[in-house]
């Protein structure tokens, strides 16, 4: 095991819990505020005194925003609390954890508006933190640390050893550190589901057992990234998706990247020309001023498949790695089962992944960040050599290059944002089955199907066989089907008609529609204003660098139900009605200014379009408000309050522990039951026709 991370694991005791012997104070509490121009530069006026101060001896470091995430656990997991939907102001609560460069905060944003304080401690730098959900298992008892959930995976510079090179699990009931794992490598990530946990390391993957933290398997093929995330990963319910080194033939599946020459409009057909002519130039110039031409042809045939974005998709339940000690997964071992798509995704290195809310749909991104791809997973039960990719969409971003550092979904998968560290978020709207976007999808609350009345009507499909009828009006939301991705039927097998339900595993394939943001929203006037800090603080330099590399501006985003609605004289009631609902969910955004604003967004038709010409598949725009703040900013000295474990019974983070303590209840009071329901199915099930 020389080329495992991990080293054999250890439990300590509760006195090496890093938790122990903390003050414990009293929940904070913040109220949602209006949004106002005074407000706004109130809160920027803050930020640039904390980076003036930052450098300055006799101040408090603690207070810098280093990262921030909204996490998804039990309390907000909507297949636990079905009921708490967004109605009256019932709704699932927002989970955002800000990491400082001295401690953490977890504040819990429920539906009413107020957002509290949950857990809180500054001893130490913590570079990863993840809420444990509950593991999926049929009996409770079989799990060895349920009396101490719910449990957090935290990797600080406290840990025993080496900084960051350690992942310590902690007991938000009991405040006890219930198992600690070491490892040889430091720790870059921490992503966790009901099944398994992943610990990411530059090049390395462990994966452990939700339930008993046991090792899994390991990956030791992934590709280092160059950007934010070192080692870009996406985790859903069962699947995990990875950025691969090399491309392995055997396991290819059909679709991808490769093969989508065809683009929908002249732009995107500009957008690649010019990047393949800027690429060729570039190796010219490469060929020529290099000393030795067959060194540098060499050193291109090592990074070509890593430089092509190789990513592979894995199934956490299905996989199987065989009885070996290293643990250690191999793309090229064929007895390998549990991969369920391999494919290139792009022609430059990955640096970000991440999976809708279905599972199905994943967007990838890569270095220079100028577009980024929208895939549909199809997965096949013999494996991924005959498993589709689908290109949906292409979301071109702009020329100059961005460092990708957020990616959310919005829950029907119709909205999709992507923050970059320059500070600015880039709102894309994308339909799941793909297509182009227009009024008939998106400003409706509901998700529409894919084809309209109208489409069904006339008998025109999405892709039409090639010995058919010509191809319908683009504009009515059909593309015309690739020539060199068409399949011929056998003889008898239908081949000359229209099929409504297309087999998704063979050509043709979609064609990715390219879609350009519809709003971007830039944190007002930090860009400018921190980087003329920074350079005042730095004269003696005298270099200057573009804002979005010396200063990085830290940003989160989340769809979610408004909070700041139910504030009492907040808003007038206009901007929200309770009997309609919204087409989209509020936008949320953190920045590491300290503050949380709320966005309303209302897609509406292109106001350049009269009304009378308004159809079905006439473009959209967005108007984005900003409506509700939060000012999360730090306390220092005496009035920072610690919300440490063990945490009280009132606290939102125990509420699921409340939750499955009255499930497993409910399973064992209610087997007979059970019985009870299958013998009367028969007479539920057939009960006659109805009589006029």
């Not at 600690?180 to 099944?195: G, H, M, P, Q, T």
């Not at 097998?493 to 390219?514: D, K, R």
């Not at 709003?519 to 573009?546: C, D, E, F, H, W």
Request: net charge neutral; hydrophobic share 35%; proline share 8%.
């Amino acid at each position: 095991m020389a080329d495992s991370p991990l080293q054999p694991r250890s439990r300590n005791s509760t006195a090496d819990s890093p938790m122990s012997g903390r003050i414990r104070s009293g929940p904070t509490v913040v109220r949602p505020q209006q949004v106002t121009e005074q407000s706004l530069m109130e809160s920027v006026a803050g930020f640039i005194n904390e980076v003036q101060s930052y450098n300055q001896p006799h101040n408090d470091p603690k207070s810098q925003i280093i990262w921030a995430k909204f996490e998804q656990t039990d309390i907000n997991d909507p297949a636990l609390f079905p009921q708490n939907q967004d109605v009256n102001g019932n709704s699932l609560s927002l989970l955002l954890i800000l990491g400082y460069t001295q401690g953490i905060q977890v504040w819990c944003i429920p539906g009413s508006g107020e957002a509290q304080l949950v857990l809180s401690w500054f001893h130490g730098q913590v570079k990863c933190l993840k809420i444990l959900p509950s593991p999926e298992t049929n009996n409770p008892f079989s799990d060895p640390f349920n009396p101490s959930r719910p449990l957090v995976a935290i990797c600080d510079s406290s840990g025993p050893g080496t900084a960051f090179m350690s992942l310590s699990f902690l007991s938000l009931a009991t405040g006890e550190q219930v198992s600690s794992i070491k490892f040889n490598n430091e720790i870059v990530d921490v992503l966790a589901n009901r099944r398994v946990i992943c610990v990411a390391f530059k090049e390395k993957v462990a994966v452990f057992s939700a339930l008993t933290f046991k090792e899994c398997f390991t990956l030791t093929s992934c590709y280092p990234s160059p950007g934010v995330h070192s080692n870009p990963l996406a985790l859903h319910t069962r699947w995990l998706a990875y950025a691969d080194k090399t491309l392995c033939q055997s396991r290819r599946s059909s679709g991808g990247m490769e093969g989508d020459v065809s683009q929908s409009t002249v732009t995107a057909w500009g957008i690649n020309v010019g990047s393949k002519l800027a690429s060729g130039v570039a190796k010219v110039c490469s060929n020529i001023f290099s000393g030795s031409p067959k060194a540098t042809s060499a050193a291109q045939v090592n990074i070509t498949d890593g430089e092509r974005g190789v990513v592979t998709v894995l199934d956490t339940v299905g996989l199987n790695v065989g009885e070996d000690e290293d643990m250690s997964y191999d793309l090229q071992n064929q007895k390998m089962e549990g991969v369920v798509a391999h494919f290139v995704a792009h022609n430059k290195a990955i640096v970000a992944l991440q999976f809708d809310p279905s599972g199905s749909l994943l967007l990838t991104a890569d270095k220079p960040g100028n577009s980024f791809h929208v895939f549909r997973i199809v997965a096949h039960p013999l494996g991924s050599c005959y498993a589709a990719v689908h290109h949906l969409y292409s979301l071109y971003r702009g020329d100059t290059p961005g460092s990708v550092q957020d990616i959310a979904f919005s829950a029907d998968s119709r909205w999709v944002t992507v923050s970059t560290l320059r500070g600015t978020t880039h709102i894309f709207p994308i339909c799941p089955y793909g297509g182009p976007v227009s009024v008939r999808t998106h400003t409706s609350h509901r998700v529409v199907n894919k084809l309209s009345r109208f489409h069904r009507s006339a008998g025109l499909n999405e892709n039409p066989p090639s010995s058919g009828r010509s191809s319908p009006n683009p504009n009515l939301g059909s593309s015309p089907a690739n020539s060199s991705k068409s399949f011929d039927f056998p003889p008898g097998m239908g081949g000359s008609l229209n099929l409504a339900y297309p087999c998704p595993h063979l050509p043709p394939y979609p064609t990715p529609t390219l879609i350009q943001p519809v709003a971007q929203l830039r944190q007002p006037y930090i860009v400018t204003i921190t980087s003329s800090v920074t350079m005042a603080g730095n004269r003696k330099a005298g270099k200057k660098n573009s804002a979005g590399d010396e200063n990085p501006i830290r940003v989160v985003a989340a769809f979610a139900p408004s909070r700041a609605r139910t504030a009492p004289g907040l808003h007038s009631n206009a901007v929200y009605s309770r009997t309609g609902k919204k087409a989209v969910d509020s936008l949320f955004v953190m920045a590491n200014h300290g503050q949380l604003l709320e966005y309303t967004i209302e897609p509406t038709h292109d106001q350049t379009i009269p009304r009378d010409k308004v159809c079905e598949s006439s473009p959209i725009e967005l108007h984005v408000t900003a409506f509700g703040q939060w000012n999360l900013f730090k306390p220092l000295g005496k009035e920072r309050n610690e919300v440490a474990p063990p945490l009280s019974s009132t606290n939102p983070l125990l509420l699921s522990r409340i939750h499955n303590a009255e499930d497993e209840g409910w399973n064992e009071e209610d087997e007979d039951e059970d019985e009870r329901w299958l013998s009367q199915v028969e007479i539920l099930t057939h009960i006659g026709p109805a009589r006029r």
